[in-house]
């Protein structure tokens, strides 16, 4: 089992950028694929973004595509979220999770599951 502690959620204004980091608390982090969700209230749970173990490979979802980043480094057992040119409807809270089908998008794909970290962006 790995347990997964988001940081780095804040309120911010639109255009402004923010970075999420997800720390695992396993040695074998390297040995899960990753993924962001995010939820926004009344809506239901939404794919963001994955990374393949290795972090050759990534996926997003088309409403954030060209404006955010994943990234993972092995060695510190943390997988990140760069965001840009934040939008209002990017508001929501943010969920990383591991051990999923690489690159998938359900949330059924993933097994574990961090907080969430809330990130708000003001208009």
């Known amino acids: 089992q790995v347990q997964l502690v988001e940081s780095g959620g804040g309120l911010v204004q639109a255009g402004d950028s923010l970075r999420l980091s997800c720390a695992a608390s396993r040695r074998t982090f390297s040995s899960y694929a990753m993924g962001w969700f995010r939820q926004a209230p009344g809506k239901e749970r939404e794919f963001v973004s994955a990374i393949t173990r290795s972090g050759t490979i990534t996926s997003y979802a088309d409403s954030v595509q060209g404006r955010f980043t994943i990234s993972r480094d092995n060695a510190k057992n943390t997988v990140y979220l760069q965001m840009n040119s934040l939008k209002p409807e990017d508001t929501a809270v943010y969920y990383c999770?591991?051990?999923?089908?690489?690159?998938?998008?359900?949330?059924?794909?993933?097994?574990?599951w961090g907080q969430g970290t809330q990130v708000t962006v003001s208009s």
């Open positions: 999770a591991a051990d999923g089908t690489t690159l998938g998008s359900s949330a059924s794909d993933y097994d574990y």
